[in-house]
């Protein structure tokens, strides 16, 4: 798609509706769907809708600096891309097409472990922030060996994600017998997947076969002192909804949270980030970086974001949607949209810089 061909979508909802178009049933509904009744998946985008701006007048916003500095790397605006799995079913660059977008938009990504394109292709494709999203596996040798290449490459941080002991029940790729093409590879894996995941059984998904074989459902908080005694890498915990557990990875020696929910695909029902960032930040009392994820669709999402005290935001699906509509510059014209509507956010709330971005912005 080209500006001259046709119109560009004017913002992130346009996207999803292009790229429900474009992909096959099966890849769609695995990258959009949710767990059970997709009611978290639904909740996590109104709750943001729900918060009120008290915006403030008469500040002088003619000159704004969205920049940030995330784990010691400067942002110029505090948007980051979520791990999000298998990106050549949307575009044949893959995660390479996304690393080249992010740096583009002087942004970030972090890398999932389920990635069609190897760790290192992907960090030599970009100058910008790439971490890597670690699963600790059964066999911890495997997990080790990760770990060592995400350093050698290059990456530098850890996101160990820690909401999916199991796979939650997702009823689309049940009915669609979700599986991995066969043409596409999962590099980063550390153990044959055509075993599982290119398998398709009835009324079975793939993906969930592949996590009940490999991945340990066993993982307690001794395992993060385990993971920061093979690397000397920052760790940051993704999948935290409480300040008790936001507090408890601190004090098992993260460097930082995120608070997310797994894009609504695991425990229906369970809390929206929105709702749950502000605890997380008043539990964390600024003495660690936190991020959030989920259901970030607009530039106020981000600013309401920062005002509950996140230091930068996790962007997922749409950018999905912007590699299927057209690859890399599809994935770049998303966040030149995202990044103009946090400008634009920014100066009719009176806010200048992120750090401006406060509390009680936010209505009660």
């Not at 970009?126 to 290059?154: C, H, M, N, P």
């Not at 049940?174 to 599986?179: E, I, Q």
């Not at 709702?275 to 989920?294: F, H, I, P």
Request: glycine share 8%; with cysteine; hydrophobic share 45%.
């Amino acid at each position: 798609m080209t500006a001259n061909s046709e119109q560009l979508p004017v913002n992130l909802h346009a996207y999803e509706a292009l790229g429900r178009e474009r992909l096959p049933r099966m890849v769609y509904d695995y990258y959009a769907g949710g767990a059970n009744d997709e009611i978290l998946l639904r909740e996590s985008r109104t709750a943001w809708d729900d918060l009120r701006i008290r915006y403030r007048v008469l500040r002088d916003v003619s000159q704004r600096d969205l920049s940030t500095t995330i784990n010691g790397h400067r942002l110029d605006w505090p948007v980051i891309v979520a791990p999000m799995a298998f990106q050549q079913m949307a575009t044949p660059e893959g995660e390479v097409a996304t690393a080249r977008a992010t740096a583009a938009a002087g942004s970030g990504m972090i890398l999932s472990t389920l990635s069609n394109r190897t760790i290192e292709d992907v960090r030599a494709a970009s100058s910008a922030l790439v971490w890597f999203q670690l699963y600790i596996y059964r066999d911890r040798g495997v997990t080790a060996e990760l770990v060592k290449r995400a350093e050698r490459a290059g990456c530098t941080a850890l996101v160990l994600t820690v909401d999916t002991p199991i796979l939650g029940r997702r009823e689309r790729d049940l009915l669609n017998r979700f599986h991995v093409p066969t043409e596409f590879a999962a590099p980063n894996l550390g153990v044959d997947m055509r075993s599982t995941l290119g398998a398709q059984e009835d009324m079975s998904s793939a993906l969930a076969q592949f996590i009940l074989h490999h991945w340990d459902a066993g993982i307690a908080w001794k395992d993060l002192a385990w993971l920061q005694s093979i690397t000397s890498l920052p760790i940051y915990v993704k999948g935290v909804v409480r300040g008790d557990d936001a507090m408890m990875a601190l004090d098992h020696g993260a460097a930082g949270v995120i608070v997310s929910n797994h894009g609504g695909r695991q425990l229906d029902t369970a809390v929206p980030t929105a709702r749950a960032l502000g605890e997380v930040t008043a539990a964390v009392q600024g003495r660690a970086e936190v991020l959030v994820d989920g259901g970030v669709r607009r530039g106020t999402d981000v600013l309401k974001a920062l005002a509950l005290g996140a230091n930068a935001v996790l962007l997922g699906r749409p950018i999905l949607w912007g590699l299927a509509t057209n690859g890399e510059a599809g994935a770049r014209h998303v966040l030149q949209l995202l990044r103009d509507e946090v400008d634009l956010a920014f100066a009719l709330a009176g806010v200048r810089t992120p750090a401006e971005a406060t509390r009680d912005l936010i209505a009660p």
